[in-house]
């Protein structure tokens, strides 16, 4: 049972318009969310997150957006560039975990930033 | 700071052969994760450790997989004997607290033949 899910495989976008990659989880003990960025032959790289608490956090091109009733994320890139081509991750942890609160991901979605 | 460092980052064994990938977290990261990342599954937790004991390990999908952290700067995942459907890329990664986001290592990609 997946319980965080990213519906797009891939998304192709030009330079300078907005790229949007959503998220979708069942879980509603999650209060948690990140996004990974993962080039090929590299490891994740936390890009940004967000606290049940929020609705919105924004840093740069970047912003993140949470739907708690609809259990739903989103990750706003304004303006794509090139470089923000790459495998994008979504990820939940639940705080009532405590020190165990693990991470689960969704399996990705492919953005493609077209020059 | 380095970031988070794992060797080999290329593997190609036989199989049956044993495999012992290695992990060298964050200095002062107190939790330690390891995950398989494959096309079928897509990036699956294995195994993770608080302060170097290991608390979830339900992730590990046979015996045939081990996981140690003698050290707050050690950690090696052990697969002996190894099959070909072990084939995937592993990574390391570390976390300072429990409300933080994790660190990962760039990988080692093992292909079993």
């Known amino acids: 049972d997946q319980q965080v899910k990213q519906n797009s495989p891939s998304l192709s976008v030009q330079e300078g318009r907005i790229s949007i990659l959503n998220c979708d989880y069942t879980n509603s003990m999650f209060d948690y969310f990140l996004w990974y960025k993962k080039y090929p032959a590299e490891g994740p790289t936390f890009l940004i997150s967000?606290?049940?608490?929020?609705d919105k956090n924004e840093d740069g091109r970047f912003t993140v957006f949470l739907n708690k009733s609809a259990k739903h994320l989103s990750l706003h890139i304004v303006p794509s560039q090139p470089g923000d081509s790459a495998v994008y991750f979504c990820a939940a942890s639940a705080s009532s975990s405590g020190s165990a609160r693990q991470l689960t991901f969704g399996s990705g979605t492919q953005l493609t930033v077209l020059p | 700071d380095a970031g988070v460092i794992q060797s080999p980052r290329h593997e190609v064994t036989e199989m049956g052969q044993e495999v012992t990938l290695r992990c060298k977290p964050i200095?002062?990261?107190?939790?330690l994760f390891w995950y398989r990342q494959t096309m079928m599954r897509g990036l699956e937790l294995l195994i993770y450790?608080?302060?170097?004991?290991?608390?979830?390990d339900s992730g590990m999908p046979e015996d045939r997989f081990s996981a140690k952290m003698p050290n707050a700067s050690f950690s090696t995942l052990k697969i002996q004997p190894s099959e070909p459907r072990d084939s995937a890329v592993y990574f390391c990664a570390s976390r300072l607290r429990a409300a933080g986001e994790q660190y990962f290592g760039p990988g080692t990609r093992l292909t079993v033949t």
């Open positions: 450790f608080n302060n170097n004991v290991p608390i979830d």
């Open positions: 967000i606290s049940s608490i929020k």
């Open positions: 200095s002062g990261h107190n939790s």
